[in-house]
């Protein structure tokens, strides 16, 4: 596996479409919304955009 495409959080690939959190150093991708969210929460990364097309087309 392509460390570059694994999730941050429990190093599943993250497809082509990863769950993305901007951090103050750097981009995070994550497989799921739910990985980026306690990921987020652990770290205490404050992002509230969201930064992901499949959370979007969930919405419609």
Request: aromatic share 6%; charged share 25%; proline share 2%.
């Amino acid at each position: 596996m392509n460390n570059d495409r694994a999730c941050a959080l429990c190093n599943l690939d993250v497809g082509t479409k990863p769950f993305v959190l901007h951090g103050a150093d750097r981009d995070y991708q994550f497989c799921c919304e739910g990985c980026r969210g306690i990921y987020q929460m652990l770290h205490d990364i404050k992002d509230t955009a969201v930064h992901n097309d499949q959370t979007e087309n969930q919405k419609q």
